[in-house]
Nanobody, 120 residues
Framework: QVQLVESGGGLVQPGGSLRLSCSAS????????MSWFRQAPGKQRERVAS???????SYADSMKGRFTISRDNAKNTVYLQMNSLKPEDTAVYYC??????????????WGRGTQVTVSS
């Protein structure tokens, strides 16, 4: 099985910065992509940023220019650097990865999430 574990969430003041980490472990053949999603209370889960194995990145419009996704392939870890944080960024942030296991198909896996709270 594949496990994804997020870390780095917490309380930060508006305008501050935070870096989230997500490490993948288990019987992984390869990782096609890793992404960050978030879900605020009463709202739909939304994609924040994605990074493919080829190095291509994509961001939601509201996060573009403030957030940066990166990876450390040796550690199977993806990061989300969040700058100029706003109260509306408050949400549970989830890590997602498309993983191939044992020569099978690409399947999505999810972490359990880490809370980010932006408040003065």
């Amino acid at each position: 099985q594949v496990q994804l574990v997020e870390s780095g969430g917490g309380l930060v003041q508006p305008g501050g910065s935070l870096r989230l980490s997500c490490s993948a472990s288990g019987s992984i053949d390869s990782i096609l992509s890793m992404s960050w999603f978030r879900q605020a209370p009463g709202k739909q889960r939304e994609r924040v940023a994605s990074l493919t194995s080829g190095g291509s990145t994509s961001y939601a419009d509201s996060m573009k220019g403030r957030f940066t996704i990166s990876r450390d392939n040796a550690k199977n870890t993806v990061y989300l650097q969040m700058n100029s944080l706003k109260p509306e960024d408050t949400a549970v942030y989830y890590c997602n990865a498309y993983v191939r296991v044992g020569g099978g198909p690409w399947n999505p896996y999810w972490g359990r999430g880490t809370q980010v709270t932006v408040s003065s």
